[in-house]
C-alpha cells in the first residue's frame, strides 16, 4: 500500500510507520504546538483532522480533541483500541486510494507541513522518568570495569530488571544543545574533591517508552497485560557526567552526573508499526520469578547506531552498532517489576532501556565503554580521536527496523551538541 | 495581632501562620479543588477572594487568577514579592480590626469553610520529587548498621548533599491509606529471592520543600539566592520497604523500596511563616567547596515528632522527638547542589530532608534505626512492641515551632495507616 503523500526511497517515515510527535508551524511562531504524524518528508497535523472532523470511528469521534492539545498525553491515555482506530483513519486518509484529503488542495494544504517547517517539541508532559540498566554486556562492561572480572555482575542483576528514578525536568527534545555541565568531582589521587566542568562526559545510547493508560496505586500491572499500557519509543540519550558521576553515585545512584539533560528523538514509534519487527528475547537463566514471567518471551529487532561528528569533521563517524533485541530484560518485564510494589504511571510516563551494547567491540553503547575507561582511544577520523567526548561534539543516533520482505521504518535521528561549559 | 476568626489555643494555624493548601468543600462533592489558607478551625477559600477581587495590590491584581486553579503551581511560580503581597492582604483580610470580610455575612460565609468540611487535596502538581539524604545521624546511623563503625560515612557525605531522585507520581496527602507493597526481596541466608509482601515495612521523618520560581537548563542557583526559590515546607513521610530496599539499592540506589507511596501534610507553612524561627546551622568541617559556601549559615527550628498508634491502641505513641535544625546540609545547600550542574527546577517540585534523626536514641527518624535494624524491640504501649510497622499501624508525624515571646505555629498533622497487602 503507497502513499498519495510522496515518500523518497530510505525515507525512515513511510505509510506503514505514522509516528507520533508533536510540532509547531515555524511559519507561525505563535502558534500552538499541536500533534502530528510523519510521512515522507512531511508532518500530517492531526489537530486539522480532528478540526475537520475525519476521525469518525466510534472510539475517536468522542475523543478526537485529545489530537489537538500541545501534548500526546491525553491521546497516549486512550489506550490500544483508540491508538489502532486513529491508525486506521489516518492510514486510510493517507492511502493512494483515499480522495478525502488527496483531492482536497485547500484542507490538504492545512494539513500537510513539510518537515523542515516543522519545529519538534517533546511529544508529552513527562510526568516521571525512570532509567533502566537492562543490557547484559553494559552490565558486565561497567562491573568489569568498576569492580573487576569476577564481580561484575550484581547479585541481583539476573534476578529483577535494576532501574532508578531519573529527573524528568531536563529531558529535551533532538536538537537542542547541551552546555558542559558544571560538577563536584574527585579525582582517586586528589586529596579533597573539587568544583568545575565535567571532564569525562559521554552518551548512553539507550531507547525509551512511553506510557499509555497507567495503573491506580497499589494496582500492579501484570507483565502479561504490560504491553497495553505502551504507547510507543523513542531513541533516547542518557548524557552523562562520568566524573561527577563516579563521586556522587554511592550509595543512592546517579543524580548529579545524569540529570542535566536526556535527549530524546521526537517521534514516537508505536508498538502497531513495531509489531512486524517482533522477534525472540534472549533467554533468562536462572528462571525469574513468576510475577516477572512471559508467556511469550518477544522483544523487537531494532538497528541502532551511534555516530560522532566533531567540529572540525565533514560528516559524522559511526562509533557504534547495536541492536534494541540484546537487551536482556524486557519492556513488559520493566514495566511489571516497576509497578509491582504498587507505583502508579501516568500516561506520558517515560522508562528507558539503559545503555544499549552488544557482544562485540564495534557495538558498545557509551564512550566509558568504547574507550574502556578511558584507557584507549577511539578513532573518529583522520586525527580525530576520543576518549570522551569533547566541546563541539555532535552526537547522532538513529534507530530503524528492517526485515526481508518488509517495508524499512525508522526513528529519524536523536541529535545533540555539547557545547563549552556556560 | 489577632484575628475576627477564632483561633483555639494550641491551634497550629493562629494569623502568623496562615499555610496554604488545595481543598475540596466536601458538602459540593463537583466543586473543583481550589486554594485556601488555614486560620484556627477553618479554611479561607482563596478562590472566593479572588473572584471578589480583594487581592488588590500591584503585584496580585494580575495575578490573582493563580489563587483560583486546582493547585498552587502557579501561584508558586509567581515568587517571593507577590508571596509577600498575598500573605499581607489574607493577614490584613483576617485581622480583628478589617471589617471586609468580618462584616459581610454573605462572602463571609462563602469564604470561610471549616476544616472538617474540607477534604484536602496535594497543594500542587509535583514535577519532580528529589529525596536528600542531609542528616549526618541518620547517614551515620544507617553507615553502622551496614557497613560498621569505621566507613560509616562514605567518602563523598561531608562534600555534597547526597541525594537521589524519588517517584513523583507516588506522593499522597495525608489521610491516604497504603497498602502494604509486595516487592522482590532475599533473605541473607536465602538461596534465591522471592516475591511477596514486604516484611520490614518503615516510616521516614523527613520534611520537604516545594520549589517556587524554578531556573533554566544550564542555568544553576546560587546558593545565596537558593531560598528566593523555596516556596515553603511540608512534613514528609518517606515509607520504606526495607528488605526491598536492601535487595535492589546497588549499585543505582532505592527504587521500588521507596516508590510505592510518600504522604505529604496538606499545608504548606511559608518561608515568611518561618522567619521568625530561623536559627543558625550546624557547623560544617571540613569546609565545603565555593558553590555551597553561604554567606550566612541558617536553619529553621522545627520541633518534629513521630507517633504510632496500632489498631489495639486508644491513643498514638510517640516513638521519636527531634528537630529540623539538626540537618547538615540547609535547603539552600541542597538547591544550590542539585541545580549546579544545570539541573532545571520547576515551580512545584519537591525535595525532601532525608530521613531526620537527632543525636539521642529517643530522637532517630525510622525504625530501622529505633530498632536498629530489627535487633531490638520498641515499646509503644502495653503489649505493643514493634521492630518495624505492622499492618493497621497509623503513623503520626506533627511539626511545630515555638519560641518564647512568639505566637507558636504547626505544620498540623502527616497521617497514613499501613493496610495489609491487596
Ligand atoms: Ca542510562
Ligand atoms: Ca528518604
Ligand atoms: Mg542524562
Ligand atoms: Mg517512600
Ligand atoms: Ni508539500
Known amino acids: 500500500m503507497a502513499s498519495w503523500v510522496p515518500v523518497p526511497e530510505g525515507s525512515p517515515f513511510p505509510l506503514h510507520n505514522l509516528p507520533y510527535g508533536v510540532f509547531k508551524p515555524r511559519r507561525d511562531p505563535s502558534a500552538a504546538p499541536r500533534p502530528g504524524v510523519a510521512i515522507g518528508e512531511h508532518v500530517l497535523d492531526l489537530s486539522v483532522l480532528h478540526e475537520a472532523g475525519l476521525f469518525d470511528g466510534p472510539l475517536m469521534r468522542p475523543n478526537s480533541h485529545c489530537l489537538a492539545q500541545p501534548t500526546l498525553n491525553a491521546f497516549m491515555a486512550l489506550g490500544r483500541p483508540a491508538w489502532k482506530e486513529a491508525r486506521a483513519t489516518i492510514t486510510r486518509l493517507l492511502s493512494s486510494d483515499c480522495p478525502t484529503l488527496r483531492d482536497n488542495a485547500a484542507l490538504r494544504a492545512r494539513a500537510l507541513v513539510p518537515l523542515s517547517e516543522a519545529a519538534m517539541q517533546l511529544p508529552a ?14 552490565a558486565t562492561n561497567v562491573g568489569i570495569m568498576f569492580r573487576g572480572k569476577d564481580n561484575a555482575l550484581q547479585p541481583n542483576w539476573l534476578h529483577l530488571p535494576v532501574g532508578y528514578h531519573g529527573r524528568a525536568s531536563s529531558i529535551v527534545v533532538s536538537g537542542t544543545d547541551i552546555p558542559r555541565p558544571r560538577g563536584q568531582t574527585k579525582a582517586d589521587t586528589a586529596p579533597a574533591p573539587s568544583h568545575g566542568p565535567a571532564k569525562t562526559m559521554d552518551f548512553e545510547l539507550e531507547m525509551g517508552f512511553f506510557v499509555g493508560p497507567g495503573n491506580a496505586l497499589a494496582e500492579p500491572i501484570p507483565v502479561d497485560r504490560a504491553l497495553d499500557h505502551i504507547f510507543g519509543l523513542v531513541i533516547f540519550n542518557d548524557w552523562s557526567a562520568r566524573d561527577v558521576q563516579k563521586w556522587e553515585y554511592v550509595p543512592l545512584g546517579p543524580f548529579n552526573g545524569k540529570n542535566f539533560a536526556s535527549s530524546i528523538s521526537p517521534w514516537v514509534v508505536t508498538l502497531e508499526a513495531l509489531e512486524p519487527f517482533r522477534c525472540e528475547a534472549p533467554p533468562q537463566e536462572p528462571a525469574v520469578l513468576e510475577y516477572l514471567r512471559e508467556a511469550e518471551r518477544t522483544t ?4 541502532l547506531e551511534v555516530a560522532i561528528q566533531g567540529e572540525r569533521m565533514a560528516a559524522p563517524a559511526t562509533v557504534s552498532r547495536t541492536n534494541f533485541r540484546h537487551l536482556y530484560w524486557t519492556m513488559a518485564q520493566q514495566l511489571a517489576h516497576h509497578t509491582s510494589t504498587g507505583c502508579n504511571m501516568r500516561p506520558g510516563d517515560l522508562c528507558a532501556s539503559g545503555t544499549i551494547s552488544g557482544p562485540t567491540d564495534a557495538s558498545l553503547g557509551s564512550m566509558l565503554e568504547l574507550s574502556w575507561g578511558g584507557t584507549r582511544e577511539v578513532t573518529l577520523a583522520e586525527g580525530e580521536v576520543r576518549k570522551f567526548l ?26 545533540g551538541k555539547l557545547l563549552p561549559p556556560r
Chains 1, 2 share one sequence.
Open 125 to 138: 508532559a513527562i510526568g516521571d522518568y525512570t532509567d533502566f540498566y537492562s543490557s547484559r554486556e553494559h
Open 300 to 303: 523487537f529487532d531494532i538497528a
Open 390 to 415: 569533547q566541546d563541539g561534539d555532535t552526537v547522532v543516533m538513529r534507530a530503524s527496523c528492517a526485515r526481508p520482505g518488509l517495508a524499512p521504518i525508522g526513528f529519524g535521528e536523536c541529535v
